[in-house]
């Protein structure tokens, strides 16, 4: 046998018992041999080259963070003070029996916390991808180098779930300067806000790598950031809805995360521990979800 090829006869097919080279995908790199053969240390090379694609995005962003402190800073101000003491005093002094006997400003504060979330996670997760591939061509830069498109996605994503982190902890901040917060569970409440972004962010950053141009995004923000922002339990109870509205209102992931992070700023998490796990499981599944999807819409448009 010279090569592969049986000497006076037909070649080995592929995977049989002479064929001993090592396959290769679509970028050269091996996959595996005649019996899932892999390269020694194949399987821990992910998460390193991962981790150098958010390295990456960190770099970009210390250059640029001024831009984006200001409104990470200066939202949550502007909306729990508006909200929770100019709305608020109108709601406390005459209707206070909806919201449960607790202020407007404690009922608002959690739901503005998984609201800012989605908002952050569908920033960074639309424009910045997008403009990955036409504008900066950051992904194009990558796609010369060892990294593979779900490291890409992957270490983009690890980068969005650093800014959730970062914009979830000032709001946290405000609510204990403004005294929204009535209970020692509310730091639970952080982590259920990065979770909830994290739901928004891998979906929507799969399926914006798919997209040619980019009006797209006008529509999403539009129909429905805006709508889930509304109806989503954020400014006043769902019991004030109407019925269809209400059971279409309780299947939105925004109202998981509110509910989730209200829950544990009231305190009365304890009181539905079922509900609060079934909550957690509903954004576990749906960013599970767009993490698989990510990273086989990243291969199919970082491929060529």
Not at 13 to 40: L, N, Y
Not at 89 to 95: C, E, G, N, T, Y
Not at 109 to 115: E, G, I, N, V
């Amino acid at each position: 046998m010279v090569g592969g090829v049986r000497v006076g006869g037909q070649p080995f097919p592929r995977g049989a018992r002479g064929d001993r080279s090592p396959r290769v995908d679509r970028q050269g790199m091996p996959t595996g041999g005649p019996e899932g053969w892999a390269p020694p240390g194949e399987k821990c090379r992910s998460p390193r080259l991962a981790l150098r694609a958010f390295r990456c995005w960190l770099t970009v962003y210390r250059r640029i963070w001024r831009s984006s402190i200001w409104s990470s800073v200066l939202g949550p101000v502007c909306y729990l003070g508006a909200l929770g003491f100019g709305l608020g005093a109108l709601v406390d002094r005459h209707s206070p029996a909806s919201l449960g006997r607790v202020s407007y400003l404690a009922f608002v504060a959690p739901a503005l916390l998984a609201s800012g979330a989605m908002n952050t996670a569908m920033s960074e997760a639309s424009y910045p991808v997008f403009g990955s591939l036409k504008w900066n061509r950051i992904y194009i830069g990558a796609q010369a180098s060892p990294l593979r498109p779900a490291d890409i996605f992957r270490g983009h994503l690890m980068f969005m779930v650093m800014r959730l982190a970062m914009n979830c902890a000032v709001v946290m901040l405000v609510m204990w300067a403004f005294g929204a917060t009535r209970s020692p569970w509310v730091v639970l409440a952080y982590p259920a806000a990065v979770l909830t972004g994290l739901a928004f962010a891998a979906p929507i950053a799969a399926w914006a790598v798919t997209l040619k141009v980019e009006t797209s995004f006008s529509y999403v923000f539009r129909f429905v950031m805006m709508p889930l922002m509304l109806f989503s339990g954020t400014f006043f109870p769902l019991s004030q809805l109407p019925p269809g509205l209400r059971t279409l209102a309780y299947v939105t992931p925004l109202w998981q995360g509110v509910a989730l992070c209200r829950a544990f700023s009231l305190g009365t998490a304890a009181d539905d521990p079922v509900g609060m796990l079934g909550h957690a499981a509903y954004l576990t599944v749906l960013a599970a979800v767009g993490i698989w999807t990510g990273a086989r819409t990243y291969r199919r448009r970082l491929y060529v």
